[in-house]
């Protein structure tokens, strides 16, 4: 007798959360182009009864072929029409061939023993090169009645019932990820974007997170404090376990804004940590990234930045390093080598590189292969290149980093790490060492190399012309 009414009211729970939901418009009844990426809502139940998920997923799609990503442990028991009728679909690859209207797919997922907390991320059959546009969730919970689960989106819902806790979630894209965590929980909305649930002092104060004039849509974003162990960011949900972490929202939630609108390569979508990192003062991501930050952040000015970061939201195309030189080059005003000398990001951190495009001339003719580039506001010549240019013997033991240059009958002999040279063998001291390494290569001093070598740089406006003195 239990076991009926048990069944019954499993039935009849089923039957009110489809009462909750409204009816979505049909999609068109035209193809889906073959091999193209096309839009799709979903309506999603989801029933929790002990250690399993009964998921009801009805999808609105234009008539076509799928392929269905089903998640592990994850049993598909059946795929209708809206007239109820079986659908046409190989279970061999999971292919499916729709027709117009709606389908539904009706599954069961293992969730296992669910202790303090619970999260899944890949929990919802996908289907191949469809974008869901909207996701509505109705979420039944008969299980877990002494906490509560989370969503990115909106909850627009939660109402705890005799026998059930009712859920109603609202999102933008697909399937969300799904947390729960026992306890007693308050909600704070600290402005109409952050959304913060949390445990303890209902008048806790967590201050205002910085807003930010960003020119990307941007979708609500929830916030969890655990008192578990746990730290999730998952687009515009985020579970931390320490309220100082609240600081580290803003940046995060900035870059998985700018992953969404902006289109990187696919090795290179780290350097929107740098960008978020620039835009929120707040570094963020690898080592290599944090690094190019602080360079950045040193080397532009508030005004410069401001240039850079509204170029970058203007950018159209693919963002290549090579685009974000081109902005970087353009706020600073000359040429500038940084974000493709650090293309890799597990590569070693590269020092940016500014360059003078004007040409070397030395008795009226170019010298090839040598670039003049700019640190710290001084100018520097490629060290070996120059000294060949102008006509040196060069003898350079990279043992014990010293260079012999031979100036007809002078020698000159210098240091890479002490501040002395000897001119035909007699020593003199330095203020300075008169070599520069950046990324590897060596480079000389302006100034150290008019006066050693007894050499004028005029710096003209389409070229600098080296002249003997």
Not at 4 to 30: E, H, T
Not at 41 to 65: A, M
Not at 148 to 168: H, N, T
Not at 327 to 354: D, T
Request: charged fraction near 25%.
């Amino acid at each position: 007798m239990a076991r009926k009414i048990l069944i019954i009211g499993f039935l009849l729970l089923l039957v009110i959360l489809s009462a909750l939901s409204l009816q979505w418009n049909r999609f068109s009844d035209k193809e889906a182009p073959s091999g193209s990426s096309v839009d799709g809502r979903q309506e999603i139940t989801i029933v929790h009864q002990k250690n399993t998920f009964q998921i009801k997923q009805t999808v609105y799609l234009p008539k076509g072929t799928y392929n269905l990503h089903i998640p592990p442990k994850t049993e598909l028991s059946s795929c209708v029409t809206a007239e109820e009728a079986e659908c046409d679909w190989t279970k061999r690859n999971n292919s499916l061939q729709k027709e117009e209207g709606p389908i539904t797919l009706e599954y069961k997922t293992m969730a296992g023993r669910i202790n303090d907390h619970y999260f899944a991320s890949q929990w919802a059959i996908k289907l191949e090169d469809v974008k869901m546009v909207d996701t509505k969730i109705n979420f039944a919970e008969q299980t877990l009645r002494n906490g509560e689960w989370f969503s990115s989106g909106q909850r627009i819902a939660m109402k705890g019932l005799k026998l059930v806790d009712y859920y109603k979630f609202e999102s933008q894209g697909g399937a969300p990820p799904l947390y729960w965590e026992k306890g007693t929980w308050k909600k704070k909305k600290l402005d109409e974007l952050y959304t913060i649930y949390y445990q303890g002092d209902a008048n806790k104060d967590f201050g205002k997170l910085k807003e930010l004039d960003f020119p990307y849509e941007q979708n609500p974003i929830n916030i969890i404090v655990s008192k578990q162990n746990q730290h999730i960011s998952s687009k515009d949900f985020y579970v931390i376990n320490q309220e100082k972490q609240l600081t580290s929202i803003i940046p995060l939630s900035i870059k998985e804004s700018i992953i969404q609108h902006a289109h990187f390569e696919p090795d290179q979508r780290w350097y929107a940590d740098v960008v978020a990192s620039l835009v929120t003062k707040t570094a963020i991501g690898s080592v290599h990234s944090i690094s190019m930050f602080h360079k950045l952040d040193g080397f532009m000015r508030p005004k410069e930045q401001n240039t850079f970061i509204s170029g970058f939201y203007r950018l159209k195309g693919v963002v290549s390093a090579e685009k974000l030189d081109q902005l970087l080059s353009r706020a600073k005003g000359y040429p500038i080598h940084f974000f493709k000398l650090n293309k890799i990001e597990k590569e070693s951190y590269r020092n940016l590189i500014a360059y003078d495009e004007r040409p070397v001339r030395f008795h009226g003719s170019p010298l090839h292969g040598v670039e003049c580039i700019y640190d710290d506001g001084k100018m520097l010549f490629p060290a070996a290149m120059v000294f060949k240019g102008l006509g040196f013997t060069v003898k350079n033991n990279s043992d014990d980093h010293e260079w012999m240059i031979i100036k007809g009958e002078e020698h000159v002999r210098l240091s890479e790490t002490g501040n002395f040279l000897y001119i035909n063998g007699e020593k003199y001291g330095m203020l300075t060492n008169p070599f520069v390494h950046i990324n590897q290569s060596v480079y000389i001093d302006e100034g150290w190399l008019k006066k050693i070598f007894h050499l004028s740089i005029d710096k003209r406006e389409n070229s600098i012309v080296i002249s003997e003195q």
